[in-house]
DNA sequence: CGGTATCCCAATTGATACTG
DNA sequence: CAGTATCAATTGGGATACCG
C-alpha cells in the first residue's frame, strides 16, 4: 500500500496543510512528474486513504484532502518523518528528493 | 529505502526476536523466496541497518541483527504494525502476506 | 545450511507532448 | 488548472536449478 515512491510524502503534505489542490502539490514536490503524482493521488483514493474534491469552475479546482481512515495513519507518518529528521544523512542516498 | 516489499516485515521479525538466521526467516515468511530474501537482507545491510555475521562452522550458521541505527527505525516499524493491525483489513488487499 | 545464477514477466517510474 | 496519452527505461519480483 505504500508502494508508491510518493504516497508518504503526499500524505505528509496533507497532514501539514490540511487541504491541498493539485497545483499545490507540485509546488511541494518538484521533482515528482505529472503524471506519477496523478497515478499516486489516484491510488491513495482508490484505497480510501484521501478524497478528491472536484469544483466546477472555471479555471477548476481540485482538492485533495485526507480521509478519517487516511487520518489514522498520522503516527505512522510521523515516525517516519521523526526518522528521517534524525538519520536519513546515515544512509546512502542515490538522489535527492523533494524535501519532505 | 524501504523500497523493498520485505523489508519492514525483516526489520519486525529482528525487533521481535533480537537475531535471527537465515533459515528462521524463512520460517517467519514462508512465501517470501530465497532470492529476494537474500536480497533484502543484503539491502539492508548495505543501508547500515543490520549486520549479518557468518560462523565457520559446518554446518554453516548466519546470524542477523539490528545495527544501532537500525534499532532507531524501531517508532517506525512499530508505528506500522499498529496501524496494520487496527486497519489493514479497511484497505484492499490483492494478496495475503506471510502473516506479520 | 545458506546461499548463487539465470531467465523472464510485471510493476514502477520517467520524459515528453497534448487537452478540456 | 488539472489533468491524459504514449513511449521508453529501469527496477522489482518470482520460479527454478545449482553450489560450497
Redesign the interface.
Known sequence: ???G?WKALILYHLFEDGVLRFSEFRRRMPNVTQRMLTNQLRELE???LISRTVFPEVPPRVEYELTD?GK??K??I???K??GD??AH???QKKESSGG
Chains 1, 2 share one sequence.
Open positions: 500500500m505504500f508502494g515512491k482508490a484505497d480510501g481512515l489514522t495513519l503516527p505512522v510521523h515516525a517516519l521523526e526518522w534524525k538519520y546515515s544512509v546512502t
